[in-house]
């Protein structure tokens, strides 16, 4: 089986800057990526997470890193260019990844307030139960 470099976009908001908020808009984010995606954590080359500067309480990465598998990834947190009017405590990630050649369709989870960023790639969350 062939295997291509491809890069992944997505992003969500957090309801309020606290640490459980935070944990659960990043946790919702990587879930949809990895299951929309059909992705496991070996195949990400590496992961970088941005915030808005509103966003001070916890480092995403130091969530992503709880999650199976993840201890190994690469991830890097740095904060997002402030742009007055812009989203507020919002998270976004650019993933490059490896993916079966094979595998031509990729999905950007855009999530909670953050669908409006690119409304193009905006979709429902997955069902996991």
Do not use: K
């Not at 201890?71 to 990844?97: N, Y």
């Not at 993916?99 to 989870?109: A, D, F, G, Y």
Request: glycine share 4%.
């Amino acid at each position: 089986m062939g295997w291509r470099v491809q890069a992944i976009r997505g992003a969500t908001t957090a309801t309020e800057n606290s640490v459980e908020a935070i944990r659960s808009a990043v946790l919702e984010l990587l879930e949809e990526l990895e299951t929309r995606n059909h992705l496991h954590p070996e195949q990400i080359i590496s992961l970088t997470f941005s915030v808005t500067r509103d966003l001070d309480r916890i480092f995403p990465a130091a969530i992503a890193r709880e999650r199976p598998a993840w201890d190994t990834v690469p991830l890097l947190d740095v904060q997002q260019m402030h742009v007055p009017g812009s989203l507020e405590r919002c998270i976004r990630f650019l993933a490059h990844v490896n993916l079966p050649i094979h595998q031509t369709q990729v999905h950007h989870p855009y999530l909670q307030g953050a669908e409006n960023l690119r409304p193009d790639w905006s979709f429902a969350p997955a069902n996991f139960s």
